[in-house]
């Protein structure tokens, strides 16, 4: 009875909201736009973006503006949810939040580190928001990365990144990412204490996955095109998987070739993603997968917070393929191509 | 209020914005906006031309200054003054120059640094220390000196210092680790291990941890002697660490304190600045002037006069009058005044909306027929005391000015009524009514509150005329139903009954009836009625047929709200009876216990629900009344309140 009162406003909303979605009819008909403007014309015209885009001149819009009108128009709708929900669930959001929070800090710090200006830096800032647990503009005043990371003093991330900030390199600047990454998982684990067993499960389920995406990722990434010590690849993986146990995560970080790695994820629902041994597909085939499990739960209209958090998971995808749609006309890709790079098989 | 234009040089722009945030004098406007519209007029002469050549290159003025940092260092400094406590009194002094407020703060701000480093760098090493003596006390059976197993010829003993979820990872993986990993020391979120490792192997092993975000955390090399000897000695050095740290903290608060003044000093200067900035993000600027818009009330207008002489006649100042203004797309704000007895209810007329700048402010007749409606609904002596008390009690210790206020009045109003009625804490037997006893008269009460609502109705009539007529609207002054073609009508059916009533008529029926359908007609072609006064062509703005239907159904609206209105302060009178009622059934629940404490405490809660439950009804349906009733008669609350730049000093 509780979990009808706490969700069923939010639930609605959603339903709303999905059925704003780009159809496939709609993405077809992008992909087949002859070039840039008219595949922003169309997205202007004729799907859900149009409120969004209203007040837009297409002529003059470039395409980074663009990326940066449907990043932001997700962190606000994003923004905008925290009204629905109150107590622990309203702390779940905003530790799920922190995910496109850390995305900047890891701009920020980049930034800083390759010496941009605080301008540049902040054109491509997207999470800034009421949710942010750090002040933008102080850490953007900061002239180098040991400075911001001495600035996010009293924010959840000063402890994990102040032995970091001894070492500030290139693999350094690597570390300081991973370690972000981790706060984040971190993060939602000690608050998944406080949720009751059902909606627990749903979040282990749904990060357990994003986390052994990124593992098998990783993982693949490290052996194929960086040579990186076994050790060294099982210490930067996300424990704590959904699918994945910690043994056979060691055992992919030990494997010799792709056949072994494809062998021991063969009984996983991540067979599928790694079927080829081609970045390209495999990227393809994990948003594909994302999608299809995301949907899937969509479909089971739980009364619980699994609407709530598949429903951005498969808007961001959403913004993922626009994003890479418009790219691939802008630098007009092939349909034929271009179809690789999107959640899509047509 | 005024329209003020100010141009002047550069070099005076920092101080001018300066000082008018102080005196708060000016709400800004937006000055390019200003300057396109034709109220920003220089006149050509000699004095100007400068001024005058510059506009061809205006541009809105940008700030150049970024204080960020500077901002969050001074909430450094406030906090930790807040942590040790301390406080003083308001200070009022500022910095003007921006550059000297910074340096002052820097001076400041390093100091203070200086002493913090050094308390946080003991910190670190009193962890250091404790996680040490840790690790010795997981060593203390060890009969080996220390420097015997420190400085092994193949092996490296290291301290790491890792958090938890990565131990973890450490642990499922040790077979592959070249090392051997003895943990010594787990706390909530990290753990302190050993290793000894082959020195052959110490570059990969240490890789690995590095990827495992390890923090090094000693060698304990320089130490000499058995781990329980040097266990103590660490203890020791904790204790020293201690000692110092406490002395620091000393001399740091002794700094705080000294340096309060210039704190503070530095903080109003920084809200100074930020507020200065604030009205200078709506002025126009070139390379040499500036020029800014604002209003300011009337009354503020000769300390301006006064705060310019101190530029000697450097900035130029243009000046209008509210009603002057030819752009039309900015509305005057309005500044509300009135005086400390009604100021409270003010918020009760902007929970409603601020009044236009040309629109009669009506706090005050609110104050009046509030309160004696609220007195009339809830007339009691001693109940009215509590309310008044619990006012007092609001304004002066919870800090709730409007609202305590509020019920001051409506106390004292409660009280007097309560007099006139004759009650006491509900009870009607210790004082004689002065005036009448509302359970014994009961049709002259409901009749007395219908008689009282028509008074002020009427008022609300004639303040809604006034108001319409101010703005010119002669559709709804003249004929519109809350204009004078409804208050003709109004008035008209209350001296028909009056004289039904007394039995004298005055006119025969049949001219009463042409004058009641005169009105009717007035108000239902009040649209053509007034294109006609105006001299406009068009007589209907949106259609004869439409225009029709809609003033029709307003005419119905206009005799059943006219009638509804006015029995609607029946209620008045009506919860003056339940006043009574209600007292009436306690008194009856306490008499029928027979027992002396039990009818004492059933009085006393009988007075405490009335008080509470029946003060919120009568206070909210007063409200009603108020907002319902009276307020669209005359009321509309389009306006925008004047929010002036000021600094609050701290």
């Not at chain 2, 955390?217 to 020293?240: C, F, M, T």
């Not at chain 2, 006649?313 to 009135?338: C, G």
């Not at chain 2, 309160?371 to 006012?391: R, S």
Request: aromatic fraction near 12%; include cysteine.
């Amino acid at each position: 009875m509780g979990s009808i009162v706490e969700f069923s406003a939010i639930n609605s909303k959603i339903k709303a909201l999905i059925g704003k979605m780009l159809s496939q009819d709609q993405y077809i008909k992008l992909l087949n736009c002859k070039d840039y403007v008219s595949t922003v014309k169309a997205l202007k015209e004729e799907t859900s973006y149009s409120e969004l885009l209203k007040d837009c001149n297409l002529d003059k819009m470039h395409r980074s503006d663009l990326e940066n009108i449907l990043h932001k128009h997700y962190i606000s709708t994003y923004s905008k949810f925290i009204k629905y929900f109150s107590g622990e669930y309203r702390k779940l959001i905003k530790i799920l939040f922190l995910r496109w929070e850390i995305e900047d800090l890891k701009m920020i710090i980049r930034g800083k580190y390759l010496n941009r200006s605080s301008e540049e830096i902040e054109s491509r800032l997207i999470a800034r928001s009421s949710l942010n647990t750090i002040n933008y503009d102080y850490l953007l005043a900061f002239k180098n990365v040991e400075e911001v990371i001495g600035g996010l003093k009293g924010s959840r991330y000063y402890t994990h990144l102040k032995n970091l900030a001894k070492d500030i390199s290139e693999k350094g600047l690597f570390r300081i990412e991973t370690e972000l990454d981790f706060v984040y998982f971190t993060s939602i684990r000690s608050e998944l204490k406080h949720l009751n067993t059902e909606n627990k499960e749903v979040v282990q389920n749904i990060i357990g996955m994003e986390a052994d995406l990124l593992n098998l990722g990783w993982i693949y990434r490290g052996k194929t095109f960086y040579k990186i010590l076994p050790e060294e690849l099982f210490n930067y993986t996300i424990y704590n998987g959904y699918k994945l146990s910690k043994q056979t995560i060691r055992k992919l970080c030990y494997v010799n070739d792709m056949a072994d790695f494809r062998d021991l994820i063969e009984n996983t629902p991540y067979a599928y993603i790694y079927e080829k041994d081609d970045s390209t597909i495999i990227e393809k085939h994990e948003r594909e997968f994302q999608k299809k499990y995301f949907k899937k739960i969509i479909r089971e209209n739980k009364t619980n917070i699994s609407l709530v958090m598949s429903y951005f998971m498969v808007y961001r995808i959403e913004v993922r393929d626009i994003i890479s749609i418009i790219e691939q006309k802008r630098y007009s890709i092939d349909i034929k191509e271009g179809i690789n790079y999107i959640s899509l098989t047509l | 209020m005024h329209m003020i234009n100010l141009v002047g040089v550069m070099s005076d722009f920092d101080e001018l914005t300066k000082m008018l945030a102080i005196g708060g004098y000016m709400q800004p406007v937006n000055a390019l906006q200003e300057i396109n519209s034709s109220d920003f007029v220089l006149k050509t002469s000699n004095d100007n031309i400068e001024a005058l050549m510059d506009v061809n290159y205006i541009r809105p003025y940008v700030s150049d200054k970024d204080y960020n940092i500077s901002l969050k260092h001074i909430t450094i400094l406030e906090e930790a003054q807040n942590l040790i406590g301390i406080k003083g009194e308001y200070i009022k002094e500022t910095i003007f120059d921006f550059d000297t407020s910074q340096k002052e703060l820097s001076k400041v701000y390093d100091e203070y640094m200086v002493m913090n480093k050094k308390i946080e760098e003991l910190q670190e090493k009193e962890e250091y220390l404790k996680n040490t003596y840790e690790a010795l006390g997981f060593l203390k059976n060890v009969t080996v000196p220390m420097e015997e197993f420190t400085a092994t010829e193949n092996f490296r003993v290291d301290l790491y210092k890792v958090p938890q979820q990565n131990m973890v990872k450490l642990k499922a993986n040790y077979e592959n680790i070249p090392s051997i990993i003895k943990s010594v020391y787990t706390q909530d979120d990290f753990v302190i291990f050993l290793s000894f490792t082959p020195l052959l192997l110490l570059t990969e092993t240490e890789r690995i941890f590095k990827s495992a975000n390890c923090e090094k955390i000693l060698v304990p090399d320089h130490y000499i002697g058995l781990p329980k000897d040097v266990a103590v000695i660490i203890r020791s050095e904790i204790n020293e660490i201690q000692k110092s740290m406490i002395k620091i903290q000393v001399e740091l608060n002794v700094f705080l304190r000294a340096n309060y003044r210039s704190i503070k000093n530095i903080t109003n200067s920084y809200e100074l600045e930020q507020k200065s900035e604030e009205i200078k993000k709506s002025a126009a600027c070139t390379n040499e002037f500036f020029y800014l818009s604002g209003w300011i009330p009337r009354s503020f207008m000769e300390s301006l006069d006064t705060l310019l002489l101190s530029f000697d006649e450097r900035i130029l100042i243009i000046r209008k009058k509210a009603n002057e203004i030819t752009n039309k797309a900015i509305t005057p704000p309005t500044m509300i005044l009135n005086n400390r007895l009604f100021k409270p209810f003010e918020s009760m007329v902007l929970m409603y909306g601020v009044p236009s700048y040309d629109e009669i402010d009506p706090t005050i007749f609110l104050a009046i027929t509030y309160t004696i409606m609220f007195g009339a609904m809830f007339g009691d002596a001693g109940q009215g005391l509590v309310i008044l008390l619990a006012g007092f009690l609001l304004k002066n210790k919870a800090r709730r000015v409007n609202l305590g206020g509020v019920l001051e009045t409506l106390g004292i109003s409660s009280i007097v009524f309560g007099f006139l009625y004759g009650s006491v804490f509900g009870s009607e037997t210790v004082i004689n009514a002065l005036l009448i006893r509302p359970m014994e008269n009961i049709n002259d009460v409901l009749i007395g509150a219908i008689i009282f609502g028509c008074g002020f109705l009427i008022v609300g009539f004639i303040l809604g005329i006034t108001n319409s007529l101010r703005r010119k609207d002669i559709e709804r002054g003249l004929f519109g139903k809350e204009g004078l073609a409804g208050f003709m009508f109004y008035i008209g059916v209350i001296i028909l009954i009056v004289s039904i009533i007394y039995k004298k008529p005055l006119l025969p029926i049949a001219i009463w009836i042409i004058y009641f359908i005169f009105c009717l007609l007035l108000i239902l072609l009040k649209q053509p009625l007034a294109n006609i006064i105006k001299g406009n062509k068009i007589l209907f703005e949106e259609g004869a047929k439409d225009y029709f239907i809609e003033s029709g159904f307003e005419v119905v609206e206009t005799l059943l709200s006219m009638f509804s209105n006015t029995l609607s302060f029946i209620r008045v009178g009506a919860f003056a009876l339940n006043h009574v009622g209600l007292f009436v059934a306690f008194a009856s629940m306490a008499s029928m216990t027979k027992n002396g404490t039990a009818s004492v405490l059933i009085l006393i809660l009988g007075n405490i629900v009335i008080i509470a439950l029946e003060g919120l009804i009568v206070f909210i349906q007063g409200l009603r009344l108020q907002y319902y009733e009276l307020f669209s008669k005359y009321y509309e609350g389009a306006g925008a309140s004047f929010e002036p730049v000021k600094v609050k000093f701290k």
